[in-house]
């Protein structure tokens, strides 16, 4: 054989077509066909042209060429839309592509949902032999590995229960638990993380972490970017149906974070006159800036960065109060800090900030700024002047990749010391 | 194993695909028979239940009110019966395998199998029913003290042409219900108008071989056996009652060459629409 990739893809390209007339279904309706028909024979040619151009064609996937190598564990990244479903959908033949080809060397099992055909009339024995065709295995296979599905999905009462009367929880193990005992050659696996609790998520992540160092070759799409990182060797980037990176998957997953989160911390007003504020203060920027060595505004967990607030004041005889309120995306206030109150002068200044690395956890953050005049009087109220995200680039791996639910995400030292032994070891 | 994936190349592959996922099949038509005999308690009593009431209600109307009689010595019950055993499933399976895609839309929008296996899944299922049936007909056999001779031997002939048109229609009736999701409307019409334009509560020969229309000669019974369910009905007559009923070679031959085009048609449509089952489900 000429080379080792198992999957080698090449120029390939999927359209759809989409009408733009009336509102956009998903199907078409015969009631709607023999109405246009219909309407056809009244109508002169010249508007059934029109109408036929009504329909456009659109590329969730153009020119994709790339190759993996038996045994590479592939993270597949980019937005949601950007055509990776696509791509899966094309690698496990449940879609033809419109263009180009795919070289598969390999048997492919695809787990694009956890569950797939799972009947809830059906007991958790029947299911499993059920589930596992549909994944492909076959039955011998499945009476091989059955004990030990049932072992790792921890429902070994309730095998001849319908699974219409399993807890999600019971439900979603035993699905997991089937496609973790696939054994293809080539296995693609899309967003089956996104379910079960956190408990069943380092499961999952452990199991998926056994596959990938088993040899077997995989290909994972996912958002979760931790996960990614610590799967993957490699990463696709697609964008807007194109692949535009293909290489080392840490630098794909930073470069993929900044393009995600590097516009959102900057807010600058350079015109007194119209930035907000009231007749005594205006503000002219509040900018987030991480303080790393690099040149990207891309703000780990790790990194230490400042609040910076420009801000004109307009009248000094009044005395102002900055407090800034760190909203987290789910509303809690992290913290609230501010500069004491004191008179400045008429003219321009600058306030900065520093927070330190290893503060907040991952996720995104909101600044509230609240401006109180003379210590009783809130002059001036904008929430979220400044948005931006801490992402988890995993400097800090862990076993467990998900994010953890905390609100600050410090380090903080453990003192382990043995106090006394009980073991055998004491008298040697 | 090497697998190529390009525009167009499906095709090539198909029936070796369809071996290799035999499996699959199987299994799949399990789980729709599990599951049908499950989810009621009387799922077998509603297979008994229906045609024994068509039956009795038949017999009837058209024995009793409307004066027709059977060809020969045979019970009334027994000519509705025989034509109602192919009719229920030809129906069911029909209906059945019209709604098989869309039901099954979560495994074709997931996985890859050549989806051909979901429309034969269903006729077969209803053929479990068909078989729950022919157990009623055998009692309804000894309750009139009828034996059938060696004419029996050939149903399952007229099973498999049952079975062949059921499955060319299906096909036809699920590619059109993916592809236009109105048209499940119109199935239980069709079904309406096929019960009414088959013989199944009276006997073929009711229909007049030559119709007189302003002087024109109409083969009535020939255009009439074009409904494939005519040749399938009085096939089953035939071979249940004693070769008593009627049986004309040339219907017969019409309506399996009906069937054969509806089958070729259906599999060619169907095909044609599967490509893209997955993007429109």
Redesign the interface.
Known sequence: MKNDAIISVENLGKKYRISHQAERQRYTALRDVLANKVKGLFQNRKSEIENQKSVEDFWALQDVSFEVKRGEVVGIIGRNGAGKSTLLKILSRITEPSTGRVDLRGRVASLLEVGTGFHPELTGRENVFLNGAILGMSRAEIRRKFDEIVAFAEVEKFLDTPVKRYSSGMYVRLAFAVAAHLEPEILIVDEVLAVGDAQFQKKCLGKMQDVSKGGRTVLFVSHNMVAVQTLCHRALWLRDGKLIADRDVAPVVADYLRGFHGQDDIQQWDDPKTAPGNDALRIRSVRLIPETSGDDNLISMQTPFRIETEFWVLDASRQLHFTYHLLNDQGITVLTTGFPMQVHPVGHHKAVCHLPGNLLNSGGYSLKLLVVENGNKVTYIRESIASFTVVDIAERKGSWMGREPSVVRPILNWNVETLKTNSSSTHN | ??????????EKNYWRDLWRYR??FI??AW?DI??RY??TVIGVVWAVIRPLLTTIVFTVVFSKIAKLSAPGAIPYALLVMAANLPWQFFATAMSESSNSLIGNA???????FPRLIIPVGSVITSFVDFLITLGLMAALMIWFQFVPDWRLFLLPAFMILAFASAFGIGLWLCA?N??????RY?VPFIVQFGFFLSPVGFSTTRVPEHWLWHGFDIPARLIYSLNPMVGVIEGFRWSLLRGESSFQVSALSISVFVTVVLCASGIWYFRKME?TF????
């Open positions: 194993m090497h697998l190529i994936l390009e525009p167009g190349r499906a499996e699959l299994i799949l789980r599990t599951v499950k989810q979560n495994l074709i929008s997931k996985i890859y059109l993916v592809e236009y999701r109105d048209f119109i490509r997955a993007d429109v489900i």
